[in-house]
């Protein structure tokens, strides 16, 4: 009997499901609707009305030997219980083997990011297995990110390991929503670069194609979009967005001597107009032996990088 593995990736508008075998193969997928109001227990008849719906589909030949899940927030492998899952109120103190345990298979629960991180390393490019030091970094809505050190994801005292979005670029600057300032996810996020042609905007610094449609609009992609038509303020967001993300990245790379780190997320589909101002960031702030050494790549999984950190959490034998 093959082994197959029940996931699912708790998001703040959806909930993506998955079966997965050993391989990183999806022997089956579904997505199901995130209700944020949903109070504790009905969080968990939720779970297990999703996860009846995808055990259906496990193929005849698959055994399940269990319940892998990932979510916004700091967790303790079965319990979300604090800060960052702030629009799933509902989630705090599920105790996520109870659902499981419904099922009768082992259960085991993980902040998402870190989750997508370890997905990268045990499924996502074969190279990344050479590198000592990872770091990937998720840019959209929010900015988030996780560590494998020594071929073991690095979850920290609380769970919390790998939280770059709440990195500080600018002292005494935005309001962020965990209570401190100027961190680099109200810069460099989706609503961050946005914000920021708005700030160049109101400033009078400068007036192109993009002022007009960015106020009407105000979404990230149509800055990338304007950059390829070389619309000067558009440039000057990436420029500006990307050095700060550098900036926050190179904490990272002082701290843990680094050596890979990868990017991936929303916001990176157009990387390759990011990638330079982050590299210049990361030469100016970081120490000269790693700074020469790094290695700066694009994540590989996309969309399925979380739901293959789930398959990891059972299949990949850290030691
Ligand atoms: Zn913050």
């Given at each position: 009997?093959?082994?197959?593995v029940v996931a699912l990736d708790?998001?703040?508008?959806?909930?993506k499901g998955a079966l997965l075998?050993?391989?990183?193969?999806?022997?089956?997928?579904?997505?199901?609707?995130?209700?944020?109001?949903?109070?504790?227990?009905?969080?968990?008849?939720?779970?297990?009305?999703?996860?009846?719906?995808l055990?259906?589909?496990?193929?005849?030949?698959?055994?399940?030997?269990?319940f892998a899940s990932g979510?916004?927030?700091?967790?303790?492998?079965?319990?979300?219980?604090?800060?960052?899952?702030?629009?799933?109120?509902?989630?705090?103190?599920?105790?996520?083997?109870?659902?499981?345990?419904?099922?009768?298979?082992?259960?085991?629960?993980?902040?998402?990011?870190?989750?997508?991180?370890?997905?990268?390393?045990?499924?996502?490019?074969?190279?990344?297995?050479?590198?000592?030091?990872?770091?990937?970094?998720?840019?959209?809505?929010?900015?988030?990110?996780?560590?494998?050190?020594?071929?073991?994801?690095?979850?920290?005292?609380?769970?919390?390991?790998?939280?770059?979005?709440?990195?500080?670029?600018?002292?005494?600057?935005?309001?962020?929503?965990?209570?401190?300032?100027?961190?680099?996810?109200?810069?460099?996020?989706?609503?961050?670069?946005?914000?920021?042609?708005?700030?160049?905007?109101?400033?009078?610094?400068?007036?192109?194609?993009?002022?007009?449609?960015?106020?009407?609009?105000?979404?990230?992609?149509?800055?990338?979009?304007?950059?390829?038509?070389?619309?000067?303020?558009?440039?000057?967001?990436?420029?500006?967005?990307?050095?700060?993300?550098?900036?926050?990245?190179?904490?990272?790379?002082?701290?843990?001597?680094?050596?890979?780190?990868?990017?991936?997320?929303?916001?990176?589909?157009?990387?390759?107009?990011?990638?330079?101002?982050?590299?210049?960031?990361?030469?100016?702030?970081?120490?000269?032996?790693?700074?020469?050494?790094?290695?700066?790549?694009?994540?590989?999984?996309?969309?399925?990088?979380g739901l293959l950190g789930c398959a990891?959490l059972?299949?990949?034998?850290?030691?």
């Amino acid at each position: 009997m093959k082994e197959a593995v029940v996931a699912l990736d708790i998001g703040g508008t959806y909930i993506k499901g998955a079966l997965l075998s050993k391989e990183g193969n999806f022997l089956y997928k579904q997505s199901f609707e995130t209700i944020a109001s949903l109070t504790k227990e009905e969080h968990k008849d939720h779970m297990i009305n999703m996860l009846k719906v995808l055990i259906e589909n496990l193929p005849s030949d698959y055994k399940l030997i269990g319940f892998a899940s990932g979510s916004p927030g700091m967790a303790d492998k079965d319990t979300v219980h604090i800060g960052g899952a702030e629009n799933i109120p509902g989630l705090y103190g599920i105790k996520f083997s109870d659902v499981g345990d419904f099922f009768n298979i082992p259960s085991r629960h993980e902040n998402d990011a870190n989750l997508a991180t370890l997905g990268e390393f045990v499924y996502g490019d074969e190279e990344n297995k050479n590198y000592n030091g990872i770091m990937a970094v998720t840019l959209g809505t929010g900015i988030g990110g996780g560590f494998i050190l020594d071929g073991r994801l690095y979850i920290g005292s609380h769970g919390g390991a790998g939280e770059i979005g709440h990195v500080c670029v600018v002292p005494n600057g935005l309001n962020c929503n965990c209570g401190s300032r100027g961190c680099i996810e109200q810069y460099a996020s989706a609503a961050g670069f946005v914000n920021s042609a708005k700030q160049k905007i109101h400033k009078g610094i400068k007036k192109t194609a993009l002022t007009f449609t960015i106020l009407e609009e105000g979404k990230a992609k149509i800055i990338f979009d304007y950059a390829k038509k070389d619309d000067e303020l558009a440039l000057d967001v990436i420029r500006e967005c990307g050095y700060y993300l550098g900036i926050s990245i190179s904490q990272a790379i002082n701290f843990l001597d680094l050596d890979l780190v990868l990017i991936g997320g929303g916001l990176c589909k157009d990387f390759d107009m990011l990638i330079p101002h982050i590299k210049s960031a990361i030469y100016d702030y970081t120490l000269r032996i790693p700074a020469r050494d790094i290695a700066i790549k694009s994540a590989s999984l996309g969309n399925d990088a979380g739901l293959l950190g789930c398959a990891a959490l059972f299949f990949y034998n850290e030691n």
